[in-house]
């Protein structure tokens, strides 16, 4: 069982920042890998941001690629994603997901989900 639990949200103006954290815990969390994903009122959910716990390599979606960053801190069992140059389109509420062995970039397969955390962005 893995526990994934979001934080950081918050409302914000456009062009602002913000940094979400989601924290893992569990026996063997270590061998799952970390996405973020968001959705908005009426939308799917989609993929943002993803990033395995034992290598650098990461991914976005497109939507966000040259905005936001995840990153991880293994000693906090920490993923973060820092958000820059935020717009109103990226308020949505923002869920940390795992899934074993590979990054999801999808919904589809996701083991784990956390509660999520809402960021809102004004004009």
């Known amino acids: 069982q893995v526990q994934l639990v979001e934080s950081g949200g918050g409302l914000v103006q456009a062009g602002g920042s913000l940094r979400l954290s989601c924290a893992a815990s569990?026996?063997?969390?270590?061998?799952?890998?970390i996405a973020w994903f968001r959705q908005a009122p009426g939308k799917e959910r989609e993929f943002v941001a993803g990033?395995?716990?034992?290598?650098?390599?990461?991914y976005y979606g497109d939507s966000v690629k040259g905005r936001f960053t995840i990153s991880g801190d293994n000693a906090k069992n920490t993923v973060y994603l820092q958000m820059n140059s935020l717009r109103p389109e990226d308020t949505a509420v923002y869920y940390c997901?795992?899934?074993?062995?590979?990054?999801?970039?999808?919904?589809?397969?996701?083991?784990?989900w956390g509660k999520g955390t809402l960021v809102t962005v004004s004009s």
């Open positions: 569990g026996r063997t969390f270590s061998s799952y890998d």
């Open positions: 990033k395995g716990w034992t290598d650098s390599i990461t």
């Open positions: 997901a795992a899934k074993l062995f590979s990054v999801p970039t999808n919904t589809h397969g996701v083991d784990y």
